[in-house]
């Protein structure tokens, strides 16, 4: 049966001769694979609708065994991210984050309009790739069910003042609480339980409560005091790593550009 609807690609496996397979993050069916054939050549290169960074809409054609591509149309191009090698790192970074947090046959309505408009503000430029990596990655993990508490310390709801962050709770407590919880830090239990805690500036927490609850559209609109980007950023990026358990090459690779 011919289907049409609407997708990012996220990324592409070249086989043999002039074919590939594409995942492509779509709003209602989640993260689908096509079967794309004859859509590559030596002298040409790929079709532009086959390749990663373009936001296209696809005819495919669905069987059981799965779907095989037939036409497609770029809707919008990110591809010129490629030419800055950072912007570059970033985005595949940013895909490969979204291809993990994504799974078939689930609606990712969601998680599509964050990378769309992640990989948007990669393209214009106007805000710095650190400010940009960490709204992505804290925001991600909101939306895919790793939303942490934020509202007040855990222990005595108290929502003002530094802060710490329990990153693998999710949750964060006072100074006053956090030395009750020292002081039962010696049970024999909590031994080789691994806790990674983070001190949040009341203008950090107030940046990461904003990503957390900003509309769509707005979630990228705060700043953050210079000073306090470096802080900020690794909080977000901790968050991620900690709790997908896994690195990223991609991840590597742009920490290694982005600080030449
Ligand atoms: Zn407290």
Redesign the pocket.
């Known amino acids: 049966m011919r289907k049409t609807f609407e997708g990012l690609i996220l990324s592409e496996t070249v086989l043999k001769e002039r074919d590939k397979i594409l995942t492509i993050l779509t709003a209602e069916r989640g993260k689908v694979s096509v079967y794309a054939r004859n859509v590559r050549s030596l002298k040409r290169g790929s079709l532009a609708y086959t390749m990663p960074f373009q936001h296209c809409r696809f005819e495919v054609e669905e069987r059981t065994s799965g779907m095989s591509l037939i036409n497609g149309d770029v809707l919008h191009s990110f591809y010129d991210i490629t030419n800055d090698l950072a912007a570059f790192a970033l985005g595949q970074y940013i895909l490969d984050v979204t291809r993990e947090l994504t799974v078939e046959n689930n609606n990712e309505a969601d998680m599509l309009r964050l990378t769309l408009n992640t990989l948007y503000l990669i393209q214009k430029g106007e805000r710095s790739l650190q400010h940009i990596k960490a709204t992505f990655e804290f925001r991600a993990m909101a939306i895919s069910g790793y939303m942490p508490e934020l509202h ?7 929502e003002d003042g530094e802060m710490l962050f329990d990153v693998m709770n999710g949750i964060i ?6 030395k009750i919880r020292n002081m039962g830090e010696a049970r024999p239990e909590d031994t080789g339980t691994a806790s990674i805690v983070l001190q949040l500036t009341p203008s950090i927490l107030k940046g990461l409560r904003y990503v957390l609850s900003a509309e769509p559209n707005r979630v990228f609109s705060y700043s953050i005091a210079e000073d306090e980007q470096a802080d900020f950023s690794e909080v977000c990026e901790k968050y991620i790593i900690n709790h997908l358990e896994r690195g990223f090459t991609t991840l590597d690779f742009y920490h290694e550009v982005a600080n030449m």
């Not at 007040?152 to 108290?158: A, L, R, T, Y």
Request: charged content about 25%.
């Open positions: 007040g310390c855990d222990i005595c709801g108290c407590y006072c100074r006053e609480c956090q």
